[in-house]
């Protein structure tokens, strides 16, 4: 080889690595800054979701070429992180054993227990979910003595418009503690009025009651709550007050309940030393539940229920017909015979988890077969008589004048 072809070779060569040198130094400084910065891995188990969570959004704020939203990256976290343990909860494959979130929860026992401190007042979307209006005031509630009515339009709550703000929200800003004042702007009749209203505790009607034709008490029953009792055993006075002959207790369309609540109630209705209900659990335990009041209603009675009665509606039902001391009026129940437990958990949060099954006094387990009416009227929604009401009201005049 020639001398000359050794050198050009050898020169070519130099130039190729002093180019890839001059590369790779162009880009090795970003490396080595990259490594320099990023921890090193150390396999570390984290203490708690909320550590792993403020671990990985430090490093987004960190790293991240742009500013961050940290408040929307948590409450992100938190709703994936409630949506994981609800999506659990349910994989047990009962629809009644759940889970609720904290605020899920407060919004559950605020139902369950039948009140709350606001205005007392029944709001719902009007044409649009863009019009909001009230359904009705509860009869002596804050919002009916400031001058609210039935179709009012709501269009502000403290001056601040309402448009575009989910119900439920807007139920939250109407709500506050009682003692104090929300404003709500309105219009009625094509006029705009700001109604101010002091709040209070609210207790919701859950019972509803009045003297049929020949002195027939009628009770309407919507759910059994904490307040529902009391609602009950009111009701119950004043027709006898009245003068009642017999007795119509209405549980269709009402979905339970409080057991407790249901017992106190038949309670009232049965004689003493009768049993009502009595539960089994995973372990084969039985519970019973029988009267101890010694009063008990001697008077026709007739229990109206439909396919949307269910659980306590269905003990009160079952225990009513077990013991032949009234008659069941209208059509098969929906048939829950299931009990529920609410547990708490730390956070506030809670699941409620089906703890046994229930059986009427006749030993009868009800789930997904309901109670069979000893009268079945079928309810025609499309005509305006209430052929279940008539049929009840129908038996109790056979029962007064036989």
């Known amino acids: 080889m020639k001398k000359s072809s050794f050198f050009i070779g050898l020169a070519s060569g130099m130039i190729l690595i002093l180019a890839l040198q001059f590369v790779f130094n162009a880009f090795y400084p970003l490396r080595y800054v990259l490594q320099e910065v990023v921890p090193e891995y150390t396999n570390q188990e984290y203490e708690s979701f909320e550590t792993k969570v403020e671990d990985v959004i430090g490093k987004l704020n960190t790293y991240y070429y742009e500013d961050i939203d940290e408040e929307l990256l948590y409450e992100e976290a938190i709703r994936g992180y409630e949506e994981a343990i609800r999506e659990m909860v349910d994989s047990v494959g009962d629809p009644y054993t759940t889970y609720f979130t904290k605020e899920e929860y407060a919004s559950f026992m605020e139902t369950m227990e039948g009140s709350y401190d606001g205005i007392g007042v029944v709001i719902s979307y009007g044409e649009t ?33 309402i448009k575009g703000i989910a119900l439920d929200k807007l139920v939250e800003r109407i709500k506050g503690p009682k003692g104090t004042e929300v404003i709500l ?6 006029e705009t009025m700001d109604i101010s209203i002091e709040r209070a505790e609210i207790e919701i009607p859950t019972v509803e009651y009045k003297i049929l034709e020949d002195d027939i008490g009628y009770i309407a029953i919507s759910s059994f709550d904490l307040v529902t009792e009391d609602q009950f055993e009111n009701a119950i006075e004043q027709l006898n007050n009245q003068g009642q002959e017999g007795m119509i207790i209405d549980l269709r369309f ?9 017992y106190n109630m038949i309670d009232e209705l049965l004689k003493e030393d009768m049993l009502v209900v009595y539960t089994v659990d995973k372990q084969g335990n039985r519970s019973e539940l029988i009267t101890e009041t010694k009063q008990s209603f001697d008077k026709p009675l007739v229990i109206l229920v439909n396919g949307s009665s269910a659980s306590a509606s269905e003990i009160m039902s079952g225990a009513i017909k077990d013991h032949d001391l009234g008659t069941i009026v209208g059509e098969t ?8 437990q609410t547990i708490d958990l730390d956070d506030d949060s809670a699941v409620k988890v089906t703890v046994s099954r229930y059986y009427t006094p006749d030993g009868n387990y009800i789930q997904g077969v309901g109670i069979e009416p000893d009268i079945f009227v079928e309810e025609d929604y499309e005509n305006d008589v209430d052929d279940q009401l008539e049929k009840a009201i129908e038996v109790i005049k056979e029962h007064i004048n036989p």
């Open 129 to 161: 979910e863009d019009e909001v209006v009230v359904v009705a005031p509860f009869k002596g509630s804050p919002g009916e003595k400031a001058g609210i009515k039935p179709n009012d339009q709501i269009i502000a709550v403290d001056h601040e418009e």
């Open 185 to 190: 702007t309105v219009i009625r009749n094509g």
């Open 254 to 262: 009402n979905p339970g309940g409080y057991l407790h609540i249901a």
């Open 333 to 340: 129940t929906f048939g829950k015979g299931l009990v529920q």
